[in-house]
Structure formats: structure tokens, C-alpha cells
């Protein structure tokens, strides 16, 4: 069986804006027979996401403190350089994947607040580019702001300088 697919749009130009016109009214029009009660589990399933992003924070946390504590010593007492770099780079790639949960948790507290605000965000979505102003475009990378945070910054940064500090002594050595 053979599908032959259309070359070109089922609808000329005009008639594709005058369905996205009438989806989009059906959307907006949907946001204003929202139930208190379906506003309030909206607000627990986000609320959800963020808790969910904050555990996932701490165990980034919790999981990279003995690869640190392995990699350094172990660096030490054999000697090796290569394995204290090694180390830095476990900080680096936890750094970078904690600081992405931190922006993810504050893109979820913003979609919170607009729909505990009553914006039309339609219901139950838990798209968090939502609550973004149109036209904005998605970053998956971690912002500067969210890598200073202290969440971040504080825990990240001294891990990093020991490991620095134990490479460039076993450089010197």
C-alpha cells in the first residue's frame, strides 16, 4: 500500500488563518469557564514540577559530593593530574545540570503565578514558555543569573577551585 501525501497545503493561505483564528478563540475561549477547583489542581500539579526540580537539585548535590571527594583524593595519593581534571569536569557537568534545575524550577514558579493570577494559559498546560512573553525563544542552557544563583555558585565554585588548586599542585610536583 502506497500513501501519497499532498505536495503542497490543503488550504490556501487565507483559510489556514481563518482555522488558527477560530482555534485560538476556542483556546481563549476555553480559559474563562475554568473551574476554581480545576485552577487549584492546575496550581498542585505545577507545584508538583517544581518540588520535583528542587529534589532533583539536591541530589545532583548529594550525588556529586563523593565523586569529588574519589576523584581529588584519589588524584592525590596516586599522583595523577589527569584524574584531578576529572574531577573538575564531574563539578562542571553537575554545576551546569544543577543550575539547568534551577532555571527550570523558576520557568514553573513563573507559570505558577500566572495561572494562580487568572492569565489565559490554557488549562492544565504545563508548557512554562506559556507564562513567557510571545516570541520568546526557548533556552535550554542555564543563564548566567541562574549559575550565580546561591544555589549554585556558592556550592559549585569552591569544589572547583580544590580541584584546580589539587591539579596545579600535582602540575608543580
Given amino acids: 500500500m502506497t500513501l501519497h501525501w499532498p505536495t503542497g497545503a490543503a488550504e490556501d493561505d487565507q483559510a489556514q488563518t481563518r482555522t488558527l483564528a477560530a482555534i485560538q478563540a476556542a483556546l481563549l475561549g476555553e480559559q474563562s469557564t475554568v473551574k476554581a477547583e480545576d485552577r487549584r489542581q492546575h496550581l498542585s500539579f505545577i507545584q508538583a514540577v517544581v518540588t520535583r526540580m528542587s529534589q532533583a537539585s539536591s541530589a545532583s548535590k548529594s550525588w556529586l559530593l563523593p565523586i569529588v571527594t574519589v576523584t581529588y583524593g584519589y588524584a592525590i595519593t596516586s599522583k595523577s593530574f589527569f584524574v584531578a581534571l576529572l574531577?573538575?569536569?564531574a563539578v562542571l557537568v553537575f554545576g551546569v545540570l544543577d543550575a539547568n534545575y534551577l532555571k527550570?524550577?523558576?520557568?514553573?514558579?513563573?507559570?505558577?503565578?500566572?495561572?494562580a493570577a487568572g492569565r489565559p494559559i490554557p488549562a492544565f498546560s504545563m508548557n512554562p514558555a506559556l507564562a513567557s512573553p510571545a516570541g520568546t525563544r526557548v533556552n535550554y542552557w542555564p543563564d548566567w543569573p541562574d549559575v550565580r544563583s546561591w544555589a549554585v555558585a556558592p556550592v559549585y565554585g569552591p569544589l572547583l577551585l580544590a580541584g584546580q588548586g589539587v591539579a596545579g599542585w600535582l602540575l608543580c610536583r
Fill in 87 to 89: 574531577g573538575c569536569l
Fill in 104 to 115: 527550570q524550577e523558576r520557568a514553573f514558579r513563573k507559570l505558577y503565578d500566572e495561572v
